[in-house]
């Protein structure tokens, strides 16, 4: 149960597989990597994230690509600030195996999704932008999911693309394509 926090800019991916440890990206930092810069992929639970600096990923990486214990139980937290901000040349941020809880108050964006998650039972709050530049600004696969906008979802395909059962969208500001 560990917080990792990183304080100043880095080039190196940020490897976050431990079960139940905090990663804190503080303001005005960037983290600028060649593929994915964030890399949770082992399947554990109850990670945090604050993303209140810059998580850039080029190379067609991916901003964050996290997985997830779904046998298990638990849930992942990303919670990105009004200065944090998650570019993927890829993706913003892929989250496999479900119960991933994402508040947006910041920036997301990809290039084929700016939001991407599977499995059940996740749930988006977001107040300000997420954004794809030719796919779907969010792709949900999976049940359950509930998403809360009260800010922008845009894509150049869809604004968000909801598949599978019992999917909740409550749209108090804008989706956009």
Same mark, same amino acid.
């Given at each position: 149960?560990?917080?990792?926090?990183?304080?100043?800019?880095?080039?190196?991916?940020?490897?976050?597989? %431990?079960?139940?440890?905090?990663?804190?990206?503080?303001?005005? *930092?960037?983290?600028?990597?060649?593929?994915?810069?964030?890399? &949770?992929?082992?399947?554990? %639970?109850?990670?945090?994230?604050?993303? @209140? &600096?810059?998580?850039?990923?080029?190379? /067609?990486?991916?901003?964050?690509?996290?997985?997830?214990?779904?046998?298990? &139980?638990? $849930?992942?937290?990303?919670?990105?600030?009004? %200065?944090?901000?998650?570019?993927?040349?890829?993706?913003?941020?892929?989250?496999?195996?479900?119960?991933?809880?994402?508040?947006?108050? /910041? $920036? *997301?964006? &990809?290039? %084929?999704?700016?939001?991407?998650?599977?499995?059940?039972?996740?749930?988006?709050?977001?107040?300000?932008?997420?954004?794809?530049?030719? /796919?779907?600004?969010?792709?949900?696969?999976?049940?359950?999911?509930?998403?809360?906008?009260?800010?922008?979802?845009?894509? @150049?395909?869809?604004?968000?693309?909801?598949?599978?059962?019992?999917?909740?969208?409550?749209?108090?500001?804008?989706?956009?394509?």
């Amino acid at each position: 149960m560990a917080v990792n926090i990183l304080d100043s800019d880095s080039t190196t991916q940020w490897t976050a597989n %431990t079960a139940s440890d905090t990663y804190v990206l503080q303001e005005d *930092v960037y983290l600028a990597v060649l593929g994915t810069a964030i890399s &949770g992929t082992a399947a554990v %639970t109850n990670r945090k994230f604050q993303i @209140d &600096g810059h998580v850039i990923a080029d190379g /067609g990486g991916s901003g964050m690509f996290i997985g997830q214990d779904a046998t298990n &139980g638990g $849930s992942n937290t990303i919670a990105i600030g009004a %200065t944090g901000s998650v570019l993927g040349e890829a993706y913003g941020i892929v989250s496999h195996g479900g119960t991933l809880n994402l508040h947006n108050k /910041g $920036s *997301v964006m &990809g290039q %084929t999704a700016g939001l991407y998650m599977t499995g059940s039972a996740n749930v988006v709050d977001n107040d300000a932008t997420i954004m794809a530049f030719a /796919g779907a600004g969010i792709n949900s696969q999976g049940d359950y999911a509930t998403i809360y906008n009260s800010g922008d979802i845009t894509g @150049d395909d869809r604004g968000a693309y909801l598949a599978g059962h019992y999917a909740y969208l409550v749209n108090t500001g804008n989706i956009l394509s």
